[in-house]
Structure formats: structure tokens, C-alpha cells
């Protein structure tokens, strides 16, 4: 037990508990509260068609790009000094969001809403696991933090819709200046400042992982405005050197933000790279389910949000008894049949299109995508930390976020790009319908990806470590 977890009363636990869920939904709901507004965002600041993916990609490009060098703020700066000092960058953004007026400025101000992110998040992890002690009771947090992540994620589908319908897209972010002055008074009644630790900012690593990103989500979503032209793949090279520069970076600093030992261990490594491939098709999901409800079905923004109702009914109820169906069942089984039913959902919702029935071509597989997530985000993330020394325990959290946000971000760029192929001559709705069976195609292909990666690495490593003592792996990461 550590000594955080025996100076730490249940009472000061629960709370810390508290603020750590409050301010992870923030951050999903932040993620997903803004799909629904997107036609809205898109006529009322001018955006162009491209330019809208850069309301999602602004943010998780930050938010993914500066998670590592976050999380080493927090081993070195204190972790509650951190978690305030993200919350505060998160709760400005949010207000500068919601009073933009130009595409320009909100796209800025997305971006450091991530930066904001990318400090908040790896902190709330290593407080996670630094407060409840190994087992039982820190089994029981991740599966609220799990659930809590799955149901923000929709909700705030839901919300953003009725908003954007009734009062403005723009409340949903306002809101979080209460939320989120409440939440740093908390943290600085509750949370005991954790022990510095001496070191090094790797500033070089940061930059070249983050520029490398966004070279990568430019370079897929202009492909699908401009075509594979010499801009296109010059920006994918530079990526590539960006990205490789950064390996190099990483393998000399003394101090890395992404030690390369954590990639050592094949169950962790294979974890990052099917979390990374299951995000892409997850976003996918939100994000083409969004144009086909407005575009497709003509729905209106309140109906769409509640449309998204079906994938949160059996996501927070799944998720919730997980350690439950780990412990019947092993970790193995339960990923497993998660991924199989992503699959199954996947395929299922690229079959709609055009005079489509909702409730058969859409809602029924929702629900299928919802207990995929309850059931395979928290066994991914046990993997993604398992057998991390304490002393990587935030780099390892770091990286399982970085995972999930190069999902976000790279991962949409992939499938707007894809869904692109073959569109032109294409208009109205037929066109926004023939780019969501292909994005959705394409997101079937990933999901088999992330199985065959899960088969090959996950699955046989933890098999070998269930027949030595019992490992119970300890956090959820960021949506």
C-alpha cells in the first residue's frame, strides 16, 4: 500500500473519487458535446466542409499530442498542483469556446481546451491509482470511471443536440465555468499534494510527436477535399519524418515522455495498438452516425442527440459489472466477445442508407456498440498498465491516453478520407449516406484489426500471467 493510500481517509476517498469523475466527464463530454451542434457551429461561423473536422481534431490533436509531456508534469510538479493548473487552462477554453466568433478563434481555442486535456487527464489516472489500494476497491473505481466515461460520451450527444436545438450549442460549453471553479476548490480541500519528483521536461518530444499528428490528420482529410496531390503527400512525408524523429528523440533523452521500455512487454504494446485502432472506429461511429441522422434521416438536432439514446443503455450497466465477468469469465473472454459484437455492430450500421428503418438499421446496432465499449475498454486499459513499475505508472497511463486520442484524431482523418473514395458525381443526401457505408466499412475492418492484434499479443500474454499470482491492472483511460 502506498503511503497516499494509508494517509488517505474512505470519507476523503469517496471524494477524491468524486472529483476525479466529475472532471473525466467534462473532458468526454467536452469530446462529444459538440458533434451534434456541428451543422450549427458550421453555418453560424462559416466553417467550410474540411474545415469543420477541425472542431474535433483541434482538440484531440492537443489533447493526444501533450498527454505524455502532462503526465511527466505530474511526476514532477505534484499531481493536485497539476490537475489545477489543467482544470484551470480547461475551464477558460471552454468560456472563450462558447463566446466565439469566427471559425478561427474557436479552432485556437479548441486547441488549448486540449492542451488543458492533455494535463488533466494523465493526472486524474495516477491520482486514481495512487488512492485506492490494489484489488477490489481500485477494480470498483475503474469500473465507475469506465462507466462514467461511456455514458458522458453519449450524453453528451444527447445534450448537444437538445442545446444546439433550443438554446445554443454554445451552453455546453459555458457551463463548465461553475463546474469547473467547484471542482478546483474541491481538489484543493481534498487532494493532498503528492511527492515531486527531480527531473526534465522533454519538450523535443513532445513537439515532434504533436506536429507529426497533425501532419497526419491534415494530410487524410485534405486527401479527401483535394485529392492525393503533391501537398497531400508531402504532408504524410513530413509526418513520417516528424514521427521518426521523435523515436530517435525518445530513445536518447535521458528523461523521456514515452520511455520505450513500456513497449517492451508485447501485452502492452499490442494493447496501445488495438485501443488506438478500436478509438478510430468508435469516433467514426459518432461522427458519421451524426451527419447520417441530420443529413440521411433529416433529423433536427434535439431528435439526433436522443437518437444516440440506444448506445448508452447497456454501456454503463455492461461496464459496471465487468470486474464481475472478469472474474467468471477471465479478462481474455470478456475482450474478446466485446470486440466480436463491435464487429457485428459495425457491419450492421453500414448497411443503412437512404429510407432506412432508424430502429432497425440504426438503433438495434447502437445498443450492439454500446456493450462493446462496457465490455472492452476497461480490459484494454488493464493492458495497456500491466506490470508497470510504479515509477512509469504515469507514462504508462500517458501512453494509454496517447493510444485513444491518436484513435480520436489520426483515426477520423483515415476514415473521412476513405469515405471520400469513389463520391464524386454524387450530391444531397445520396452523397452523405454513400460516405457513411464506406466510413463504417472501413471501421468494420479496423475492429477485425484490433481482434487480430488482441489475439496475437493481449490474449496469450495474459494467459501466461494468469498462471502466476492474480494481477489486477488498475486504470480507465480518457474517451
Not at 491520482?127 to 453528451?156: C, K, M, P, W
Not at 488482441?454 to 483511460?477: D, G, H, K, N, Y
Amino acid at each position: 500500500m502506498s503511503d497516499a493510500n494509508r494517509s488517505t481517509s474512505p470519507s476523503n476517498k469517496t471524494a477524491i473519487l468524486a472529483i476525479i469523475l466529475i472532471s473525466y466527464v467534462m473532458i468526454v463530454l467536452d469530446i462529444s458535446v459538440v458533434l451534434t451542434g456541428l451543422p450549427k457551429i458550421h453555418n453560424e461561423l462559416g466553417f467550410t466542409d474540411a474545415g469543420l473536422a477541425w472542431v474535433q481534431s483541434a482538440y484531440t490533436l492537443t489533447f493526444g499530442g501533450f498527454l505524455l509531456l502532462g503526465a511527466r508534469a505530474g511526476d514532477i510538479l505534484g499531481r493536485r498542483r497539476m490537475f489545477v493548473v489543467g482544470m484551470t487552462i480547461f475551464t477558460v477554453a471552454s468560456v472563450a469556446i462558447g463566446a466565439s466568433q469566427s471559425s478561427a478563434w474557436m479552432l485556437s481555442w479548441r486547441a488549448i481546451q486540449g492542451l488543458g486535456s492533455a494535463i488533466l487527464a494523465p493526472t486524474t489516472l495516477a491520482l486514481l491509482q495512487t488512492t485506492f489500494d490494489e484489488g477490489e476497491e481500485r477494480v470498483r473505481a475503474v469500473s465507475l470511471y469506465s462507466a462514467a466515461a461511456g455514458v458522458s460520451a453519449t450524453v453528451g450527444l444527447v445534450v448537444g443536440g437538445l442545446l444546439a436545438d433550443w438554446l445554443s450549442w454554445r451552453v455546453g460549453f459555458l457551463i463548465n465555468l461553475p463546474i469547473g471553479i467547484a471542482t478546483v476548490v474541491a481538489a484543493r480541500i481534498y487532494i493532498h499534494e503528492t511527492n515531486k519528483r527531480p527531473g526534465t521536461f522533454d519538450l523535443p518530444g513532445a513537439v515532434t510527436s504533436t506536429l507529426g499528428m497533425a501532419a497526419f490528420v491534415y494530410g487524410f482529410i485534405r486527401s479527401a477535399q483535394a485529392g492525393w496531390d503533391v501537398v497531400t503527400l508531402a504532408t504524410l512525408v513530413a509526418a513520417l519524418i516528424m514521427l521518426g524523429a521523435f523515436v530517435l528523440i525518445e530513445r536518447r533523452a535521458k528523461q523521456p515522455i514515452l520511455p520505450l521500455r513500456l513497449f517492451a512487454d508485447i501485452e502492452r504494446s499490442g494493447a496501445y495498438g488495438a485501443r488506438a485502432l478500436y478509438i478510430s472506429a468508435m469516433v467514426g461511429f459518432f461522427f458519421f452516425t451524426t451527419l447520417y441522422l441530420q443529413q440521411v434521416a433529416g433529423l433536427r438536432p434535439a431528435l439526433a442527440g436522443l437518437a444516440f439514446v440506444p448506445a448508452t443503455m447497456l454501456h454503463v450497466p455492461v461496464a459496471v459489472v465487468v470486474p464481475r465477468l472478469i472474474r467468471r469469465f477471465g479478462r481474455n473472454a470478456v475482450l474478446v466477445v466485446g470486440m466480436l459484437i463491435g464487429i457485428v455492430a459495425m457491419a450492421w450500421l453500414s448497411r443503412a442508407g437512404v429510407g432506412s428503418n432508424y430502429w432497425t438499421a440504426v438503433a438495434l446496432p447502437m445498443v450492439l456498440i454500446g456493450i462493446s465499449q462496457g465490455l472492452t475498454l476497461s480490459p484494454l486499459t488493464s493492458s495497456g498498465v500491466a506490470r508497470v513499475d510504479h515509477a512509469d505508472a504515469g507514462a504508462a497511463s500517458g501512453a494509454v491516453n496517447v493510444a485513444h486520442q491518436i484513435g480520436s484524431s489520426v483515426g477520423l482523418g483515415v476514415l473521412i478520407a476513405i469515405a471520400a473514395i469513389g463520391s464524386n458525381g454524387i450530391n444531397g443526401a445520396d452523397l452523405t449516406a454513400y460516405r457513411v457505408s464506406h466510413a463504417f466499412d472501413a471501421g468494420t475492418v479496423m475492429l477485425l484489426a484490433t481482434l487480430v492484434i488482441s489475439l496475437l499479443t493481449i490474449v496469450p500474454a495474459a494467459r501466461r500471467q494468469s498462471r502466476s499470482p492474480e494481477e489486477v491492472a488498475p486504470t480507465e483511460c480518457a474517451a
